[in-house]
């Protein structure tokens, strides 16, 4: 059997990173039609895999929580635990129920829940399909799974529209290249794939699915001066932590050995690498010019949602 793919979420720098990065995930208007897409009824039974702080327990629960029952699974007992704290905050009206288990092998029996749902658990997991096939099997005939999950790759070779100047098309280009090695690198290494959304309809068919169909986020990233809502100043400030955190990797990051072993894995050579780590210092001043234009009120960014929803219903 293969091992879980390692599990780093239950370090405080995560959680936070878990929170913060669902402040505006998905807008509630969105998220009624995707509860009423999805099927959701109240009084009904639904898992939550890889639920993290039950996050999407908090988003669904007004669609089925009256009688009805959330059951949070976490292969992190820390994260499971403190959900089930958390949830004393919204879990109103019906049951909860935490446990830690493994996607691989989820704790509960045949037919047991009528919905399943997960959110950027599959891009984490070294085989997928072996996790959606446990879905399938805790499912009832005739219950839905709701697989909410980003393509990062799309999200890389995304060209945003910043207040910073654009980069000259070959070093653009020779970006590109390195997200897309990356992302072999990290399926190679068994880290799962950055871009497992647009893989999740066939994961769902090969495990007997039907009824497949997909939707797209409609939350984007936009901040424009002079950031009206709250919303808009979360994304400019939000654009320079991932920026601190991704544009400018250095040799001294804590993570460059991971993305090291990454680049290679995913077949990069050495040249390339190091004309990477070249590129990442020689752009290292963007990262304090946003930092300027933040304090000067003049940033500006545009990043559209590369996250999805992808739902499959089970045959009766
Ligand atoms: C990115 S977090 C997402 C948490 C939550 N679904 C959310 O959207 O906030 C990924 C979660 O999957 C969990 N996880 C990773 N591998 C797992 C596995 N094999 N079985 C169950 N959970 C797993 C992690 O502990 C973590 O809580």
Redesign the pocket.
């Known amino acids: 059997m293969r091992k879980?793919?390692k599990?780093k979420?239950?370090k405080g720098e995560y959680k936070r990173a878990?929170i913060d990065q669902?402040k505006y995930l998905w807008e509630p208007e969105y998220v009624a039609l995707l509860a009423k897409w999805a099927g959701f009824k109240q009084g009904q039974t639904v898992v939550?895999?890889?639920?993290?702080?039950g996050?999407?327990g908090t988003l669904y629960w007004p669609f089925f929580g009256r009688g009805g029952k959330y059951c949070g699974?976490?292969?992190?007992t820390k994260?499971a635990t403190q959900a089930k704290k958390l949830s004393l905050h919204w879990a109103k009206g019906g049951k909860t129920e935490f446990k830690t288990?493994?996607?691989?092998k989820l704790p509960y029996p045949d037919n047991y829940a009528d919905v399943v749902m997960?959110?950027?658990?599959l891009i984490?997991?070294s085989d997928a399909q072996k996790?959606i096939n446990e879905m399938f099997r805790i499912l009832k005939p005739g219950g839905v799974v709701l697989c909410?999950e980003p393509d990062n790759l799309s999200m890389s070779l995304q060209h945003t529209i910043t207040s910073l100047p654009e980069l000259p098309l070959e070093d653009e280009l020779f970006f590109q290249k390195v997200a897309f090695i990356s992302n072999k690198g990290n399926a190679a290494l068994g880290l799962g794939y950055y871009n497992a959304a647009p893989r999740v309809p066939l994961w769902l068919k090969e495990a007997g699915f039907k009824k497949i169909d997909a939707r797209i986020n409609s939350y984007l990233m936009l901040g424009i001066p002079p950031y009206e809502t709250e919303k808009q100043k979360y994304a400019i400030e939000y654009r320079q932590k991932l920026q601190k955190l991704y544009d400018t990797p250095n040799e001294k990051r804590k993570d460059n050995y991971e993305f090291k072993k990454i680049f290679f894995a995913g077949g990069g050579n050495r040249s390339d690498y190091v004309k990477y780590m070249k590129l990442k210092r020689k752009y290292k001043p963007r990262n304090d010019l946003y930092k300027q234009q933040v304090k000067d009120g003049t940033a500006y960014w545009f990043c559209s949602s590369q996250f999805f929803a992808i739902k499959g219903s089970k045959p009766k």
């Open positions: 879980p793919a599990n979420w239950s878990i669902r939550d895999v890889g639920c993290g702080l996050y999407l699974v976490d292969v992190s994260l288990g493994d996607a691989y997960c959110q950027t658990l984490h997991l996790a909410k």
